[in-house]
């Protein structure tokens, strides 16, 4: 088997950086305008969505949300994380559906 080494990362890539639970919780959230709705599609607890909605922003240092009266809506920031933060998550999917040939 032909080993090659792994790329480093980038320079000046942050040293934390949100989970894959967070980033799905961010992006569930968004869709369904409420922890509620997030929490019922992930099979999480209503406190468990809101929690790693405030670690995610803690991470990034930014408010992904704003409270109106319908629910949760993304506020700018929001909307530029989301972007890149569906096609993190499209493109780990589209890796794990790639390793299918190598099970046995």
Do not use: D, Y
């Amino acid at each position: 088997m032909n080993h090659r080494p792994i790329a480093s990362l980038p320079a000046g890539l942050p040293r934390h950086l949100p989970s894959t639970t967070g980033l799905r919780v961010i992006e569930a959230i968004a869709r369904h305008g409420s922890c509620s709705g997030a929490a019922e599609e992930l099979n999480l607890t209503q406190s468990a969505v809101s929690k790693q909605l405030k670690t995610v922003e803690g991470i990034i240092g930014v408010s992904l949300f704003s409270r109106n009266r319908r629910g949760l809506e993304p506020t700018e920031a929001g909307r530029a994380f989301l972007g890149p933060a569906r096609a993190v998550l499209e493109g780990l999917s589209a890796a794990v559906a790639g390793l299918a040939a190598f099970r046995p």
